[in-house]
């Protein structure tokens, strides 16, 4: 069973930075389109970054761009997002998402995303 297994969450400053990982267990996701979502208590989940299939296309969330890299290491079968500058409005538990997709493009949708792994929570608090 393929798994996407996240890391890298806790308990920041605001200002602060954190780096999430995501391993997985199949290299064929190295293949796929992949993507950070996260979802706060009472809001819906949204995509903080994706990444095509290829590497050669990502998206950021305007309120994330230029705060956020996401990468994928193929080699090592790890999904990362580096965010710096931390606010109390990026508190979340942050999921990594793949799917198969076409090669030039990246998803934003939630429900395009057919893996799903269990989440990791950040909080951004003083």
């Known amino acids: 069973q393929v798994q996407l297994v996240e890391s890298g969450g806790g308990l920041v400053q605001p200002g602060g930075s954190l780096k999430l990982s995501c391993k997985y267990s199949d290299r064929t996701f190295n293949t796929y389109a992949m993507g950070w979502f996260r979802q706060a208590p009472g809001k819906r989940r949204e995509c903080v970054a994706a990444?095509?299939?290829?590497?050669?296309?990502?998206y950021y969330k305007a309120s994330v761009k230029g705060r956020c890299t996401i990468s994928r290491a193929s080699a090592e079968n790890t999904l990362s997002l580096e965010m710096n500058n931390l606010n109390p409005e990026d508190t979340a538990v942050y999921y990594c998402?793949?799917?198969?997709?076409?090669?030039?493009?990246?998803?934003?949708?939630?429900?395009?995303?057919?893996?799903w792994g269990l989440g990791t929570q950040v909080t951004v608090s003083s």
């Open positions: 990444l095509s299939p290829l590497g050669t296309r990502t």
């Open positions: 998402a793949a799917t198969p997709y076409s090669e030039q493009n990246y998803a934003t949708a939630d429900w395009e995303y057919e893996y």
